[in-house]
């Protein structure tokens, strides 16, 4: 019965003692007490076993399935909010980028026809896919602005140096780019754990944006393979 349960071509014996093991508690090098549990004497210290019951328990014990230590593992509710003036100084130089790329994104989709953007290959699908982008810029900007509270920085009016929709997305790229690289330098250097939680998952949607816009077929500042690109007269010609 448990042979064909398993379906590992395993014989009974040789199933029966990997259960048995499997049971077994590990030694923990660090903390010998990890689990609040005392080691038996009667227990050598190379077996690395630990005595749960009759064991005697040092202190409380943990959640079951809990494991001793780690940050922010006490089961006390997080609070989503800067806690120093780096904290906040931080969010804002984020909250700042995240406005920027959202204006960028819906005034782009805005200011270019759907003739320009298909004629470098771009279809309904990507514009959709950008749209997407905006309404994901919404979502990180409202996170950073709730954990900043009503000091936050609010949206400004800008202006993008861009003449095509090809350096829209080139600069949409390069915004991406930086704002990865630059949250990722301060993120573990903030006092707030929950917010650097909240950043840590806003910051990774950014990235995804980066790699997406990376594989568009537009014109990039380091060249790829089959780029379309047009000269001053609108001709379009390839770029291998």
Same mark, same amino acid.
């Given at each position: 019965?448990?042979? =064909?349960?398993?379906?590992?071509?395993?014989?009974?014996?040789?199933?029966?003692?990997?259960?048995?093991?499997a049971r077994?508690? !590990? %030694?923990? /090098?660090?903390?010998?007490?990890?689990? #609040?549990?005392?080691?038996?004497?009667?227990?050598?210290?190379? =077996?690395?076993?630990?005595?749960?019951? !009759?064991?005697?328990?040092?202190?409380?014990? !943990?959640?079951?399935?809990?494991?001793?230590? +780690?940050?922010?593992?006490?089961?006390?509710?997080?609070?989503?909010?800067?806690?120093? /003036?780096?904290?906040?100084?931080?969010?804002?130089?984020?909250?700042?980028?995240?406005?920027?790329?959202?204006?960028?994104?819906?005034?782009?989709?805005?200011?270019?026809?759907?003739? $320009?953007?298909? %004629?470098? #290959?771009?279809?309904? $699908?990507?514009?959709?896919?950008?749209?997407?982008?905006?309404?994901?810029?919404?979502?990180?900007?409202?996170?950073?602005?709730?954990?900043?509270?009503?000091?936050?920085?609010?949206?400004?009016?800008?202006?993008?140096?861009? =003449?095509?929709?090809?350096?829209?997305?080139d600069i949409?790229?390069?915004?991406?780019?930086?704002?990865?690289?630059?949250?990722?330098?301060?993120?573990?250097?903030?006092? =707030?754990?929950?917010?650097?939680?909240?950043?840590?998952?806003?910051?990774?949607?950014?990235?995804?944006?980066?790699?997406?816009?990376?594989?568009?077929?537009?014109? +990039?500042?380091? #060249?790829?393979?089959?780029?379309?690109?047009?000269?001053?007269?609108?001709q379009r010609?390839?770029?291998?």
């Open positions: 019965m448990l042979h =064909s349960i398993f379906g590992f071509g395993l014989r009974l014996p040789l199933v029966l003692t990997l259960l048995s093991r077994a508690v !590990p %030694f923990h /090098d660090g903390n010998a007490l990890g689990l #609040g549990y005392e080691r038996a004497d009667s227990v050598s210290a190379s =077996s690395g076993r630990l005595v749960r019951l !009759p064991g005697r328990r040092r202190g409380p014990r !943990p959640a079951a399935g809990a494991l001793h230590g +780690g940050i922010g593992t006490d089961g006390a509710a997080p609070v989503y909010r800067v806690q120093s /003036d780096f904290d906040y100084q931080s969010l804002a130089l984020a909250l700042y980028q995240e406005w920027i790329e959202l204006d960028l994104f819906h005034w782009g989709l805005a200011a270019y026809s759907v003739d $320009e953007f298909e %004629f470098d #290959g771009l279809n309904a $699908e990507h514009r959709f896919l950008l749209q997407h982008m905006a309404e994901q810029e919404v979502g990180c900007a409202t996170v950073l602005t709730n954990m900043l509270g009503p000091q936050a920085p609010r949206q400004c009016s800008y202006s993008c140096p861009v =003449s095509n929709e090809r350096e829209f997305l949409n790229l390069q915004l991406t780019r930086w704002g990865e690289a630059g949250v990722y330098g301060f993120l573990l250097h903030l006092d =707030s754990p929950p917010a650097t939680q909240l950043l840590l998952q806003s910051i990774t949607i950014e990235a995804r944006q980066q790699m997406i816009l990376c594989q568009l077929n537009v014109a +990039g500042w380091y #060249g790829r393979s089959g780029i379309k690109l047009r000269d001053a007269r609108g010609f390839g770029v291998t």
